[in-house]
């Protein structure tokens, strides 16, 4: 009786294992055929059905077989999106653009060419990376927003574009900010000024603006003497600077205190480059005598 079970058990797993091989054939099959219209039929249809997976299986086949021929146009087209259903931003940022450069006269290219600008867009990574890709896709957006002015999708380009540049505002402040926490003080100081110089109507700037009083300050009272005097001196030309843009600011009381700060920093310089220079006299006297 058990020796009976067993073999159904087993007879049951070996059926469900060739049902499962059949459908996997099926599949092959048609893969490894030379019947392209079928292979393009089934191809659509899966993509229709979302399976992506083995649509791109079978689009890969067919866009080197339909090359040259006037179905290429549509399949190609099915064929990037794939990619990008798939999340293949590269791949699929690749085959949008070799759609717009090859089909340049096809009512598809325009979505192409802001595809691939959106595809790089997403390869756009965190701010506190390296933004080389940011750059790519602004300046992706910016030539679809030339080649086409008046589409529909140029208000959404721009769009996106800010949101990029919002990007590389936050990389450039935090950039600015890493030196004056590492206490680089001068190098924050340029940092800063370069930042305000690179985004003009950053977000970032009243605080950037109060930073570099702060930055300044610093690198004056970590400097020698003899050059303390000129460097408070520019951290009080900074906040003269800042008052008069933000006159109102929430950073007031400690500007203030650093203008102050400066001021004292300046009078003590001098006390002790004139108790220097007094007691290099008294030296050189004594040695004259």
Same mark, same amino acid.
């Given at each position: &009786?058990?020796?009976?079970?067993?073999?159904?058990?087993?007879? @049951?797993?070996?059926? !469900?294992?060739?049902?499962? $091989?059949?459908?996997?054939?099926? #599949?092959?099959?048609?893969?490894?055929?030379?019947?392209?219209?079928?292979?393009?039929?089934?191809? !659509?249809?899966?993509?229709?059905?979302?399976?992506?997976?083995?649509? @791109?299986?079978?689009?890969?086949?067919?866009?080197?077989?339909?090359?040259?021929?006037?179905?290429?146009?549509?399949?190609?087209?099915?064929?990037?999106?794939t990619n990008y259903?798939?999340?293949?931003?590269?791949?699929?940022?690749?085959? #949008?653009?070799?759609?717009?450069?090859?089909?340049?006269?096809?009512?598809?290219?325009?979505?192409?060419?802001?595809?691939?600008?959106?595809?790089?867009?997403?390869?756009?990574?965190?701010?506190?990376?390296?933004?080389?890709?940011?750059?790519? +896709?602004?300046?992706?957006?910016?030539?679809?927003?030339?080649?086409?002015?008046?589409?529909?999708?140029?208000?959404?380009?721009?769009?996106?574009?800010?949101?990029?540049?919002?990007?590389?505002?936050?990389?450039?402040?935090? =950039?600015?900010?890493?030196?004056?926490?590492?206490?680089?003080?001068?190098?924050?100081?340029?940092? #800063?000024?370069?930042?305000?110089?690179?985004?003009?109507? $950053?977000?970032?700037?009243?605080?950037?603006?109060?930073?570099?009083?702060e930055a300044q300050?610093?690198?004056?009272?970590?400097?020698?003497?003899?050059?303390?005097?000129?460097?408070?001196?520019?951290?009080?030309?900074?906040?003269?600077? #800042? &008052?008069?843009?933000?006159?109102?600011?929430?950073?007031?009381?400690?500007? =203030?205190?650093?203008?102050?700060?400066?001021?004292?920093? !300046?009078?003590?310089?001098?006390?002790?480059? +004139?108790?220097?220079?007094?007691?290099?006299?008294?030296?050189?006297?004594?040695?004259?005598?």
């Amino acid at each position: &009786m058990l020796k009976s079970k067993g073999f159904s058990l087993l007879g @049951l797993i070996l059926i !469900i294992g060739l049902s499962i $091989t059949g459908c996997k054939s099926k #599949f092959e099959k048609l893969r490894e055929s030379s019947d392209t219209g079928r292979k393009y039929q089934e191809a !659509i249809k899966l993509y229709n059905k979302k399976d992506y997976t083995k649509a @791109l299986s079978l689009f890969d086949d067919l866009v080197q077989r339909y090359r040259g021929r006037s179905e290429a146009e549509d399949l190609y087209y099915y064929y990037a999106y794939t990619n990008y259903k798939l999340k293949d931003y590269i791949s699929a940022r690749y085959h #949008f653009k070799t759609f717009a450069d090859t089909y340049p006269s096809s009512p598809k290219a325009e979505e192409c060419r802001f595809m691939t600008a959106y595809c790089m867009y997403l390869e756009s990574p965190v701010y506190s990376l390296d933004q080389d890709n940011t750059y790519k +896709a602004i300046e992706s957006f910016q030539l679809f927003i030339n080649l086409y002015p008046q589409s529909d999708r140029v208000a959404e380009a721009s769009k996106l574009i800010e949101s990029l540049r919002d990007k590389l505002e936050q990389k450039s402040f935090a =950039n600015a900010k890493l030196f004056l926490d590492i206490g680089d003080y001068q190098a924050a100081v340029i940092a #800063f000024r370069n930042s305000i110089k690179d985004f003009p109507d $950053t977000k970032y700037a009243e605080q950037i603006d109060y930073l570099t009083i702060e930055a300044q300050y610093l690198y004056a009272k970590n400097s020698r003497e003899i050059k303390q005097e000129e460097r408070y001196q520019e951290a009080i030309d900074e906040y003269d600077r #800042f &008052m008069e843009r933000y006159p109102n600011s929430k950073y007031s009381k400690d500007a =203030n205190k650093l203008k102050e700060a400066s001021l004292e920093g !300046i009078e003590q310089a001098k006390k002790i480059l +004139a108790s220097y220079t007094e007691s290099k006299k008294a030296t050189k006297n004594e040695q004259q005598q």
